[in-house]
């Protein structure tokens, strides 16, 4: 049985999702706890690891709080896993990582998943906020490891329309970091920026898949065009330019938070997971606009 979990973390002490040795990760502390809760060991007591799957590796010093994963197991293992537990299994699962897992890592649910269920490939979108600070008034240093501090103001006017030629198919690949094999095609579904009642901007990104350091990328580019020090035109012109710009700031991490993933209908999953592993394509304008 696949079992899918949702996820929400504190980035700050971590080096980002993805395990590595020697290195606090998220992933490592999830599967560590995992394979306490589960009592997946070897015949001789060591813990084996429990490989989990995330909808999206957040970098060094993002935060979540509706990161989404998923990981294997079996109805046998899970029953004996909640021991004596009068809660049913997925229950006791959920409050038994609680008492393992550190403070800033939070499991807010454990449910079965639904066949076909892929917490990467049957995502249909990812939600990030990047919040920024640009005001005296609205600096606050309860929030100063999530909300980023800029020393000049912002016009939210000039972001929102640096930001719409940005939107819809388009190859990002001025906005990532290359990796063999791996497309830079996206599909960005919105790129909105408000400004709160307390002064605080906050940016909306949301698309089918984000590659390495993107959504930083694209908040930098922002940020230089909406506190004037580039003209309002220059983030199309980057996009245009279909490799990376050494002139684009990736903005700091710890001002990102992954909100929410979006799944389809349950029928659907499986498909969706087929469709996202297919490489995609750049089109051309006229063809985006009839997609």
């Known amino acids: 049985m696949r079992l ?8 700050s002490g971590f080096h980002g999702w993805a395990a590595q040795p020697g290195l606090r990760t998220v992933q490592g502390e999830v599967e560590q706890a995992l394979a306490v809760a589960l009592r997946r060991r070897t015949p001789t007591g060591e813990l084996l690891r429990v490989p989990v799957v995330c909808a999206g590796r957040t970098d060094t010093g993002v935060h979540a709080r509706g990161q989404v994963l998923h ?4 109805a046998e293992e899970l029953a004996a896993s909640a021991g004596r537990s009068p809660e049913p299994p997925l229950e006791a699962l959920q409050r038994r990582l609680a008492g393992i897992l550190p403070a800033d890592v939070v499991v807010r649910r454990v449910v079965e998943a639904a066949d076909g269920f892929d917490a990467r490939f049957s995502a249909t979108w990812r939600r990030y906020v990047y919040r920024v600070a640009d005001r005296p008034g609205s600096v606050d240093p309860l929030t100063r490891s999530h909300v980023l501090a800029w020393s000049r103001p912002l016009s939210l006017d000039v972001l929102a329309e640096a930001s719409a030629p940005l939107l819809g198919l388009h190859d990002f690949a001025a906005f990532c970091k290359q990796r063999e094999g791996a497309t830079t095609v996206r599909t960005l579904l919105d790129l909105s920026w408000v400004r709160r009642p307390d002064g605080v901007l906050e940016a909306t990104v949301r698309a089918d898949a984000f590659c390495h350091s993107m959504v930083r990328a694209l908040v930098g580019c922002l940020l230089a065009t909406g506190e004037g020090r580039r003209p309002v035109d220059w ?20 001002g990102l938070t992954l909100e929410e993933v979006a799944y389809p209908h349950d029928e659907e999953l499986a498909a969706r997971a087929e469709q996202t592993r297919a490489r995609r394509a750049p089109v051309a304008p006229a063809a985006q606009e009839d997609a």
């Open 71 to 74: 990981v294997d197991t079996t």
């Open 235 to 254: 983030p199309a012109a980057v996009l245009a330019s279909a490799s990376r710009s050494p002139e684009v700031t990736v903005a700091p991490a710890h």
């Open 4 to 11: 899918r979990i949702d996820l929400a973390y504190d980035g």
